[in-house]
């Protein structure tokens, strides 16, 4: 009788114990899915959201990813980062061409609304020309005669020099254009010098 009863017991146990494993197999496939579905959303949401400076070392594929990576509005605010960028993979092939090249990529920026005419311009200023712009510097020193300058003497010549290594990189890097570039250093040597005397000529008309 005892022996009836617990044979019994055992087969009812068993569609019971079969159900569970079924169940828990079930939710473990279903975990597993969710985490699944998880990770390609992040790496979904990843692949959006970042925003990638060109990786080719040919110039023209990397302008093509930063036209692609620039498409997206948040990335936008990117576009002088790019352009440097693109500079300095120009240096790794400098050729007369690049600077077509990058002026186009310039302007593709003012026609999509990234940055303004006046900006376009005056970054092809600053890495492809001798003149500095940081002042708006072209040929009369005298534009620049006077003491309010030599206040601010040490800022304007940072920013001169930042102008140079600009410069560098686009004349001299990009281009190749060492005669340019040589032309840029002595403009910046003769404006420092000039900026230095109005300086020191401003200090002894103030005592």
Known sequence: MTAA???????????FKIKLMLMLFMCIMLLNGCNSSM???????????????????????AIIQSHTTLSKSFCQSNF????????????????????????EFSRWGVQQGIISQKQSEESLRRFFTPQFVSLEYHTD?????????SRQLAEIQTMLT????QKRHGLAGALGDT?????????????NLFLENTSSACQFVEL
């Open 5 to 15: 009863i617990t044979n019994n017991h055992t087969f009812q146990t068993r569609p």
């Open 39 to 61: 990770i390609q959303l992040h790496k979904n949401a990843y692949s959006y959201q970042v925003c990638d400076l060109p990786a080719s070392k040919k110039l023209s594929e």
């Open 80 to 103: 002088n980062h790019h352009f440097k960028t693109l500079i300095l993979i120009a240096s790794g092939s400098p050729l007369d061409s690049n600077l077509e090249a990058l002026a």
């Open 141 to 149: 020193f005298n534009t620049y005669s006077h003491c309010s300058m």
């Open 162 to 165: 930042h102008e140079l290594e």
């Open 179 to 191: 005669q340019s570039y040589r032309q840029a250093v002595k403009e910046y040597k003769a404006l």
